[in-house]
């Protein structure tokens, strides 16, 4: 009992130092405080490092916060950081900035290189700067007090990003643990840095895609299978002008849900075509199915393409070809008509000579001249208007464009009881334009306009066409003004009459083509064509053509 008291009480003295000297007792403390202190400031670096550097915060701020937090514990008045990029040792920051010799961006030269020899070695190297030594980075070192240098290859999955540079304008001696300490941080900071380099390739990739996906001149949305926007570019906002996220596509494109083109992704697995009409435009939709890794469709991009300009041009070129081809036929008829048309008219004024007006022949001999001379006025009309030639813009007249037309189809009109009231201004201005294509939307506006009577029962079916000069925004416009007492146009198909292939017209009688190809020579002008229609009343189509 009394030994195990003894033991005791040694143990005690052991652990209080009462057998050694205070001073030796406060010194160990001392020491073995600033162990820990500096094992703990250590731990606090290696952390701050994993933590603190994120993608927000760049190498140079890194090395500021770590170095303050070095100087605390070690000897250090410089840190540099090299990165290996393409087999060259490029110098990218340095800490404190004062301390700079060579300039950020430095490619170091491999030739009696102290930092070349560390990177190859692939192992810490503590370094003294000596005079006699023929390394190139002894100048830097000595033109900024630099005494010695811890050089830490930067190392990830065995292969070498970088050099970290250490230096003290102090002969320092690092032990096992310091050196440890110092392998743990460079592995620390090879592990951010290639972090960081992975995490900006994602993020260039993904701004090279996100600047891609915001200038497609198309319309783009990214949706879920509900429907709802989750993404959408540039064009479509221009389109729309309102912010469209989480609107639900089928809204937007006022498209029946049922209907959807998303419903039909995931049913079909496959990208769906279709074509519609919104705001007086005919848009062309592709809907693409999304695929995640367990193959399943999770969301469908829309691509819609505006496509009506493209349509307005094909539309023209139809009717060119239709013109080019009435043009032809109408070259050959005049050709075959001409010489037995002359004869008839020749023979029939010789004969009016010769008869007295009292007779009961000369008013028949009189028919058969007019009707030949109208027959000559409608080939030479005709001829006129489906010329083939290059359409130049030159001074043309509004009026003679509309006789033109008249000429053509107003006999045709007036046999269907429908009666044509002219109302030509001709005082008004000569516009720059091409009379043939100014005639074809002449042409287009009649046919309407008579199409719209035949469906009516009217006791007094009228067409008014009417020239005049008005002065709107300060500026000089001819109206021509083709106005009916027809059936009229539903509000609701005023938004998309002038849209390529609509029509209201019974099956087989219009292409729906009309319209669009008018509208498009109007604003080939500089013009446009405005309508007013109330239905059971009839419509009024105004074309509006800048004056010269």
């Given at each position: 009992?009394?030994?195990?008291?003894?033991?005791?009480?040694?143990?005690?003295?052991?652990?209080?130092?009462?057998?050694?000297?205070?001073?030796?007792?406060?010194?160990?403390?001392?020491?073995?405080?600033?162990?820990?202190?500096?094992?703990?400031?250590?731990?606090?670096?290696?952390?701050?490092?994993?933590?603190?550097?994120?993608?927000?915060?760049?190498?140079?701020?890194?090395?500021?916060?770590?170095?303050?937090?070095?100087?605390?514990?070690?000897?250090?008045?410089?840190?540099?950081?090299?990165?290996?990029?393409?087999?060259?040792?490029?110098?990218?920051?340095?800490?404190?900035?004062?301390?700079?010799?060579?300039?950020?961006?430095?490619?170091?030269?491999?030739?009696?290189?102290?930092?070349?020899?560390?990177?190859?070695?692939?192992?810490?190297?503590?370094?003294?700067?000596?005079?006699?030594?023929?390394?190139?980075?002894?100048?830097?070192?000595?033109?900024?007090?630099?005494?010695?240098?811890?050089?830490?290859?930067?190392?990830?999955?065995?292969?070498?990003?970088?050099?970290?540079?250490?230096?003290?304008?102090?002969?320092?001696?690092?032990?096992?643990?310091?050196?440890?300490?110092?392998?743990?941080?460079?592995?620390?900071?090879?592990?951010?840095?290639?972090?960081?380099?992975?995490?900006?390739?994602?993020?260039?990739?993904?701004?090279?895609?996100?600047?891609?996906?915001?200038?497609?001149?198309?319309?783009?949305?990214?949706?879920?299978?509900?429907?709802?926007?989750?993404?959408?570019?540039?064009?479509?906002?221009?389109?729309?002008?309102?912010?469209?996220?989480?609107?639900?596509?089928?809204?937007?494109?006022?498209?029946?849900?049922?209907?959807?083109?998303?419903?039909?992704?995931?049913?079909?697995?496959?990208?769906?075509?279709?074509?519609?009409?919104?705001?007086?435009?005919?848009?062309?939709?592709?809907?693409?199915?999304?695929w995640n890794e367990q193959q399943?469709?999770?969301?469908?991009?829309?691509?819609?393409?505006?496509?009506?300009?493209?349509?307005?041009?094909?539309?023209?070129?139809?009717?060119?070809?239709?013109?080019?081809?009435?043009?032809?036929?109408?070259?050959?008829?005049?050709?075959?008509?001409?010489?037995?048309?002359?004869?008839?008219?020749?023979?029939?004024?010789?004969?009016?000579?010769?008869?007295?007006?009292?007779?009961?022949?000369?008013?028949?001999?009189?028919?058969i001249y007019l009707c030949g001379?109208?027959?000559?006025?409608?080939?030479?009309?005709?001829?006129?208007?489906?010329?083939?030639?290059?359409?130049?813009?030159?001074?043309?007249?509004?009026?003679?464009?509309?006789?033109?037309?008249?000429?053509?189809?107003?006999?045709?009109?007036?046999?269907?009881?429908?009666?044509?009231?002219?109302?030509?201004?001709?005082?008004?201005?000569?516009?720059?334009?091409?009379?043939?294509?100014?005639?074809?939307?002449?042409?287009?506006?009649?046919?309407?306009?008579?199409?719209?009577l035949e469906e009516v029962e009217?006791?007094?079916?009228?067409?008014?066409?009417?020239?005049?000069?008005?002065?709107?925004?300060?500026?000089?416009?001819?109206?021509?003004?083709?106005?009916?007492?027809?059936?009229?146009?539903?509000?609701?198909?005023?938004?998309?009459?002038?849209?390529?292939?609509?029509?209201?017209?019974?099956?087989?009688?219009?292409?729906?083509?009309?319209?669009?190809?008018?509208?498009?020579?109007?604003?080939?002008?500089?013009?446009?064509?405005?309508?007013?229609?109330?239905?059971?009343?009839?419509?009024?189509?105004?074309?509006?053509?800048?004056?010269?």
């Amino acid at each position: 009992m009394v030994e195990e008291m003894r033991e005791k009480q040694q143990m005690i003295n052991l652990l209080t130092g009462v057998q050694s000297s205070k001073k030796s007792y406060y010194t160990e403390l001392k020491k073995m405080v600033n162990e820990l202190k500096k094992k703990n400031m250590q731990l606090e670096i290696i952390n701050d490092i994993t933590k603190s550097f994120n993608i927000d915060m760049s190498i140079d701020d890194m090395l500021r916060n770590t170095f303050d937090k070095l100087k605390e514990i070690f000897y250090i008045d410089r840190i540099s950081l090299l990165l290996y990029e393409q087999e060259q040792l490029v110098l990218t920051n340095v800490y404190p900035e004062h301390d700079l010799y060579f300039p950020v961006g430095f490619v170091l030269p491999r030739g009696n290189s102290l930092y070349w020899k560390a990177i190859q070695s692939l192992e810490k190297t503590f370094h003294q700067v000596q005079d006699e030594q023929t390394f190139i980075e002894n100048k830097v070192y000595q033109s900024l007090g630099i005494c010695s240098l811890l050089l830490i290859p930067l190392m990830r999955k065995a292969r070498v990003i970088g050099l970290l540079s250490i230096g003290s304008k102090e002969m320092v001696v690092y032990d096992e643990s310091d050196l440890s300490f110092f392998q743990q941080f460079g592995d620390q900071l090879a592990v951010c840095i290639e972090n960081a380099r992975l995490y900006n390739e994602v993020l260039k990739s993904e701004k090279e895609w996100e600047e891609t996906f915001r200038a497609v001149s198309e319309m783009i949305f990214v949706v879920d299978l509900e429907g709802n926007i989750l993404k959408y570019n540039d064009a479509a906002k221009e389109f729309f002008s309102l912010d469209l996220l989480k609107t639900n596509i089928c809204q937007l494109l006022a498209i029946d849900p049922k209907e959807s083109p998303i419903i039909e992704n995931v049913e079909m697995k496959k990208p769906v075509h279709r074509q519609f009409h919104i705001q007086q435009r005919v848009c062309e939709l592709h809907a693409y199915p999304v695929w995640n890794e367990q193959q399943k469709i999770y969301a469908s991009i829309i691509y819609i393409n505006d496509i009506t300009e493209k349509l307005q041009i094909e539309a023209q070129l139809v009717q060119s070809g239709k013109l080019a081809a009435i043009g032809e036929m109408a070259a050959g008829i005049a050709h075959e008509l001409n010489n037995p048309l002359t004869a008839i008219l020749g023979n029939a004024q010789l004969l009016l000579r010769s008869i007295e007006k009292d007779n009961r022949s000369y008013k028949l001999l009189q028919d058969i001249y007019l009707c030949g001379k109208r027959c000559k006025t409608i080939i030479q009309n005709l001829l006129t208007f489906s010329r083939q030639d290059e359409y130049v813009f030159e001074e043309c007249s509004v009026n003679e464009a509309v006789e033109q037309v008249l000429g053509l189809i107003g006999d045709q009109i007036h046999k269907q009881n429908i009666f044509i009231q002219k109302k030509l201004d001709h005082s008004v201005e000569l516009i720059e334009g091409n009379i043939q294509q100014i005639g074809q939307i002449i042409l287009n506006l009649l046919i309407n306009a008579k199409d719209a009577l035949e469906e009516v029962e009217n006791e007094r079916k009228i067409i008014v066409v009417e020239t005049k000069q008005v002065i709107e925004n300060e500026k000089q416009w001819v109206t021509l003004c083709v106005k009916d007492n027809g059936k009229g146009i539903a509000e609701q198909h005023l938004q998309e009459i002038f849209n390529p292939f609509f029509t209201t017209k019974r099956p087989g009688k219009g292409t729906g083509l009309g319209l669009s190809v008018s509208l498009g020579i109007a604003e080939a002008h500089g013009g446009t064509i405005e309508v007013v229609s109330e239905p059971g009343k009839g419509s009024e189509f105004r074309l509006k053509l800048p004056v010269q």
